[in-house]
């Protein structure tokens, strides 16, 4: 709010002008209808109580995610949450997780995307974003094991012997922002792991898109049968997913 | 406040006529005391502006470090507190914080664990351990943040392979809730079970960082 002073200074039984009086009432008012400014609000003046409540919506763009959007912020989650305790034995991995065997299954040498449900659940987020910058990171335990094969005919060697495969293999997850890799885990080794991956970027006014994929090593081929018997056999040509959680926070500028 | 216009005084007529300056003033007094976004120009609050003891961001935090590498065994096959170390449990509770539809409980959990290789051999096939978190709501009711992660404590899960996975290593967690409605949070926790009891899980130092966010 601009200073305003008297133009028009009456004095004692002057003659009343009524634009002397209006005027500079009404300049007055132009300043509180909508010039306020930060110079008109004394400091730490702003409490909990003067900031707008957040808004809170689910399922906008995708099951099981959740947003809140508050006054300076907001907050997108989503989770893919199995009991992934269910279904298992000494060989397996469970019942209802996410598995991909690299032998049978469709698979890219690089990046690849969960599938659509009910994986996606904890792997995408999508949401408005303001201009600012995006804070968010994922939580997800993943795994890969070893295994063991056998000599098959034609191989050489001792045929029939088994021996361990797939003891050096590695496993990534990355984070993509409207297609940008804006986090990875960076390899992880053999072994079931809960890894913890933040990512930032700056970011526009726009629809944001973002997406958790994972990566492996494809050196787990073997002209051989896999072993039978108490062992883990196949183990090591899988890559396993027991549970995601994506979160982000975009904070407006 | 709304939009403020004066045009009282008349041309010829009595000054103040009608107290219709003191009107003006009284109610310029009065409204201004109710400005709103008509009133103001667009971004006009700045940092300086807020008054952060008054929390207005981040309504509530609590966090509690174990640095003093106390290593502890955890053999549970059922869920138990991560307790140990000389700072205290992870299970905290506190005042009931009461938290509305859009506000975010956000909780980082992050420790140093020794997967114990004694027990794989003959056991690899179940050689899974699990660390989840939970928030405390009405003083009572412990709620399941995230999914119940899931760890190993070998690399292969034949039951007659020993492959261990050996060393210490630091595992970490974070997870929010977005509340779709009011609740109180009263207390977090970290907790770990093992898939059989053979399997020591060696935990040592770690930290948790909980926030309760508003706008």
């Not at chain 1, 910058?133 to 088994?162: K, L, P």
């Not at chain 1, 792991?193 to 994929?213: A, L, Q, R």
Request: glycine share 10%; net charge negative.
């Amino acid at each position: 709010m601009a200073r305003t002073w008297t133009v028009k200074t009456s004095k004692t039984r002057d003659q009343f002008k009524a634009e002397h009086f209006n005027e500079p009432a009404n300049a007055i008012a132009a300043q509180f209808n909508g010039k306020l400014d930060q110079h008109n609000m004394p400091l730490d003046s702003v409490t909990h109580a003067d900031l707008a409540d957040p808004v809170y919506s689910d399922d906008a763009h995708g099951v099981d995610t959740k947003s809140s959007y508050m006054p300076t912020q907001s907050y997108h989650t989503a989770v893919w949450d199995i009991d992934n305790t269910a279904g298992l034995d000494s060989t397996e991995f469970g019942s209802a997780v996410y598995a991909t065997n690299f032998s049978t299954d469709n698979w890219n040498a690089k990046w690849n995307s969960f599938p659509v449900s009910p994986v996606t659940e904890g792997s995408r987020l999508k949401f408005n974003a303001q201009e600012g910058m995006i804070f968010g990171g994922v939580t997800a335990s993943v795994e890969r094991r070893s295994g063991r094969a056998r000599n098959q005919y034609g191989e050489g060697g001792n045929i029939g012997a088994e021996f361990n495969m797939g003891q050096s293999n590695w496993h990534e997850l990355g984070v993509f922002v409207n297609g940008i890799l804006c986090g990875r885990s960076g390899e992880l080794n053999n072994g079931s792991y809960t890894v913890d991956i933040p990512f930032s970027t700056p970011i526009g006014t726009e629809f944001t898109s973002i997406e958790v994929k994972w990566m492996a090593d494809q050196l787990v081929f073997f002209d051989g049968a896999v072993a039978s018997g108490s062992a883990t056999n196949d183990a090591y040509q899988q890559y396993i997913c027991s549970g995601l959680f994506l979160w982000a926070r975009n904070q407006f500028r | 406040m709304g939009t403020l216009k004066y045009n009282a005084e008349k041309e010829g007529q009595p000054s103040n006529s009608g107290d219709s300056v003191d009107n003006y003033f009284d109610d310029l007094a009065t409204q201004s005391a109710s400005i709103v976004s008509d009133n103001t120009r667009t971004e006009w609050v700045t940092t300086k502006h807020i008054k952060w003891s008054d929390k207005p961001l981040i309504q509530h935090r609590t966090s509690r470090t174990n640095i003093n590498n106390t290593q502890t065994a955890y053999t549970s096959e059922s869920y138990v507190d991560i307790a140990h170390g000389g700072s205290g449990s992870t299970s905290q509770t506190f005042t009931a914080v009461t938290v509305n539809a859009g506000d975010v409980l956000r909780y980082h959990f992050n420790i140093v664990a020794y997967p114990e290789a004694k027990g794989l051999d003959g056991k690899s096939g179940e050689d899974y351990w699990w660390i989840k978190l939970q928030y405390q709501t009405g003083g009572s009711t412990w709620v399941d943040l995230g999914f119940d992660t899931r760890n190993s404590v070998g690399t292969n899960r034949g039951s007659g392979n020993s492959e261990p996975i050996n060393g210490f290593r630091r595992y970490g967690i974070t997870f929010c809730e977005i509340f779709s409605g009011t609740t109180t949070i009263t207390g977090i926790r970290a907790q770990v079970k093992l898939e059989d009891s053979d399997h020591t899980i060696r935990l040592e130092n770690w930290t948790q960082d909980m926030r309760i966010i508003g706008a």
